[in-house]
């Protein structure tokens, strides 16, 4: 098992460029989610999924998109990049049985 | 969701005991107690979680007074490898919706 795997690990953006953040996770897990961690401070919910098909917003989703079209794949969506939004990303999945999440090891955004 | 406290910061020595103490005054009857563990550049790793009194696994323990108002993890024997960032988490359980506050950066030194 891979477990979560993120991808691209480094991005650099222009402010206004669009792209697609990757989540993969091979453990047939129905939760995901998405999280930000800025320098200092705890991590903060994007957005998260039950189930393919459906998604929900968390805590700080302005500027993001998610869709879940299959139990496998979660990828975030950011619109139109800006510096606000650089920080570190991380994916993580869980079966509903099981107590704990497992985290991607985070893509690092930087938008200049 | 309920708000939790815990120290900024704990330095230990190889070989020593480390407990966290975490305060969550206002725990709802249906929350659960969760702790997770991250090093730097990775992400957070679930440790341990527990509803009342005391768990245990093959990492750590967690200790609830009866009140759980507050809860204790304990890691026994702490090696420098366990230097990292650990977080309380208050959730439903089966919840979605982690709350991360800025957790206890541990150090362990020689």
């Known amino acids: 098992n891979a477990g979560v795997t993120q991808t691209p690990k480094f991005q650099v953006l222009k402010t206004g460029q669009s792209m697609t953040l990757q989540c993969a996770q091979d453990?047939?897990?129905?939760?995901m989610s998405w999280y930000r961690q800025d320098p200092g401070m705890g991590l903060r919910l994007i957005h998260y999924?039950?189930?393919?098909?459906?998604?929900d917003q968390g805590e700080v989703p302005n500027g993001y998109n998610v869709s879940r079209s299959t139990t496998e794949d979660f990828p975030l969506r950011l619109l139109s990049a800006a510096p606000s939004q650089t920080s570190v990303y991380f994916c993580?999945?869980?079966?509903?049985?099981?107590?704990?999440?497992?985290f991607g090891s985070g893509t690092r955004l930087t938008v200049v | 969701l309920a708000k939790t406290t815990q120290p900024i910061s704990m330095d230990s020595y190889e070989g020593q005991e480390v407990n966290i103490t975490c305060s969550h005054n206002?725990?709802?009857?249906?929350?659960?107690i969760t702790w997770y563990q991250q090093f730097p550049s990775q992400g957070p790793r679930f440790i341990i979680q527990?509803?009342?009194t005391k768990v245990t696994n093959e990492v750590a323990s967690l200790f609830i007074p009866a009140d759980r108002k507050s809860s204790t993890l304990s890691l026994p024997r702490v090696s420098l490898s366990d230097t990292a960032v650990y977080y309380c988490?208050?959730?439903?359980?089966?919840?979605?919706?982690?709350?991360f506050g800025t957790g206890t950066q541990l150090k362990v030194e020689l």
């Open positions: 206002n725990i709802a009857t249906n929350d659960y």
């Open positions: 993580a999945s869980r079966a509903p049985e099981i107590y704990g999440y497992t």
């Open positions: 988490l208050v959730d439903k359980g089966g919840g979605n919706k982690l709350t």
């Open positions: 527990g509803y009342k």
């Open positions: 999924s039950v189930g393919a098909g459906i998604t």
């Open positions: 453990m047939n897990h129905e939760y």
